[in-house]
């Protein structure tokens, strides 16, 4: 296939899913055309509105974000899915049931679903995912659902960086716990518990409530992140879900907090570019050979490992 | 407390827990100490044996560490557990039958159980993990169980920078599936199928043996991942599993891997310290406004991440 990238970039702007999905496929690969892609996206960013969904494996995830996509499409906006969730059904881990349940979207063309796959790249997934992101948004899709699993210190961290976090929770003894622990109650905009149709769903949303101190007093103009019930593969609280995250998107706009949020956002993927550049030329400077023989010294006890990195930075500012 | 590295080192080289505790708590709040520690550390480093323990949520790997601590103590060694796993029962987020479970090994003074918390650090798992294993490595553990959750990138990759990774699954439809997504599958040395006593246990074994390919021909010499049967709950197969790491070392030990392979993983530490030192100073030296003002234009579109990562480069290595 030929690299063609401003006929590439056309194509993708002109909604062809075969150009994102290209696009996307140079993410992955960590192409050195990345810079001219993304030199030539950055004009037609912006637009589209970021919903990260977060959660443990098992609270209907992908089922939740199903019935978004569903909500987002009958008001005719375009969406796309990007799954960074190695459990999600979208990429490719799903059980029958959920496969079938997901193939309403196939044939929409107003829909793009796309999974990642990033590992062995030197910045992994938070080097990735923003990039996939802004392919999406320069593809003129309104709402981008980033779906990540809620286990896991990068995956949470690419959840935090959507315009609006979702997070989700199910019934269940303890996972109101397991979510504290893994910091997704840090960061959510809105929380769901979802399959509330079970026992425990009470209990659930009280724990909830008292986790995220929500009885308490906050300043006026404060965002206080609302508990929606959800049956997701239902559809049920659907829209009040999709009515949730269009409030806090106005709040944010209101206080001036979307531009802030996405300039924070953009930071981070400044920053990270920047360090993935700095470890790649860590390994080109010496050929390897440096880290490689400081290594040996660590290992051998020899050395210890902070000054074997200010070694490895001495060559790389100063070589 | 009086930040005294050398009493605290030799304290935690006595074995003094309280000493371990302190010095792991300085790995956790990134203390300017850790060079001095570290430094100090670096001669008393290399004895200890690391196992890696992950696997997805649910598939008793805390009930199978606490058995391997067993087993080991029955040895005679002196065992850590380091949890970086937030579903785990050993940092804190445990049933009540669990936390009953492990209660066995609170009076034993052979056996150190640390749970890990890095949220917010800038170099978070990847950087610590390691040199918190350092840490109890120095101390004189003989034996250091770091366990992780199979679902992460950061979580997968430590479980896969140990002497042995043990990846554990259990009896479920599609757990493999999901385990193979993960990328659990691909750093495995040694594979337990807990929970044997359930049905569903041979077709897991089978489709862990048919997804490793492990009916394949190998080159003589070749490590071939075993596939051991536990029921951690009971204790059953983990003398089984024991006898696979020891076997696994035993290989490495022959054919000059284990040297090698600890090599790697110092050179993994080096680069995550030096990556973090300059990502701190990319924040030092522009008081942070650089990067700030670099990330508004970029979320305007007025500029793309590689040309802004560019100019934080340059003000990095030039400045």
């Avoid at 690969?29 to 912006?46: D, F, H, I, K, Q």
């Avoid at 959660?55 to 974000?65: E, I, Q």
């Avoid at 309403?104 to 796309?114: L, N």
């Avoid at 440096?290 to 290594?295: G, I, K, N, Q």
Wanted: glycine residues 12%.
């Amino acid at each position: 296939m030929p690299q063609d990238v401003p006929g590439l970039v056309a194509r993708a702007r002109e909604g062809g899913s075969r150009a994102v999905a290209r696009l996307i496929s140079l993410v992955e690969g960590a192409s050195p055309l990345l810079r001219e892609v993304m030199a030539a996206l950055a004009p037609l960013t912006g637009n589209a509105y970021v919903i990260g969904l977060t959660g443990s494996p098992g609270v209907g995830k992908s089922t939740c974000t199903s019935a978004l996509v569903s909500a987002y499409r009958a008001t005719g906006r375009r969406v796309a899915v990007l799954a960074v969730d190695p459990s999600s059904p979208f990429s490719g881990g799903a059980l029958l049931g959920d496969r079938v349940r997901m193939s309403e979207h196939a044939s929409d063309p107003g829909v793009y679903i796309r999974s990642m796959a990033t590992r062995g790249h030197l910045g992994g997934l938070a080097w990735a995912a923003p990039q996939a992101v802004r392919v999406l948004d320069a593809a003129g899709f309104d709402v981008i659902v980033v779906e990540t699993v809620g286990v896991g210190q990068s995956e949470v961290e690419i959840a935090s960086q959507a315009d609006t976090s979702v997070v989700l929770l199910a019934p269940g003894m303890g996972d109101g716990i397991q979510a504290a622990k893994a910091g997704i109650l840090e960061i959510g905009d809105v929380y769901v518990v979802n399959k509330a149709d079970r026992d425990g769903a009470d209990a659930t949303a009280r724990e909830l409530n008292h986790m995220l101190g929500l009885g308490e007093a906050r300043a006026p103009g404060d965002w206080r992140p609302p508990i929606v019930r959800t049956v997701a593969a239902r559809a049920q609280g659907i829209d009040e879900l999709v009515a949730a995250v269009e409030k806090h998107r106005a709040w944010m706009a209101e206080h001036g907090v979307l531009t802030a949020r996405r300039a924070r956002r953009a930071a981070h993927e400044v920053e990270t570019i920047a360090v993935t550049a700095l470890r790649e030329r860590i390994g080109d400077l010496h050929g390897d050979r440096r880290l490689e023989s400081l290594a040996v010294e660590v290992a051998a006890g020899a050395l210890d490992p902070y000054t074997a990195a200010d070694k490895l930075i001495a060559g790389l500012t100063h070589g």
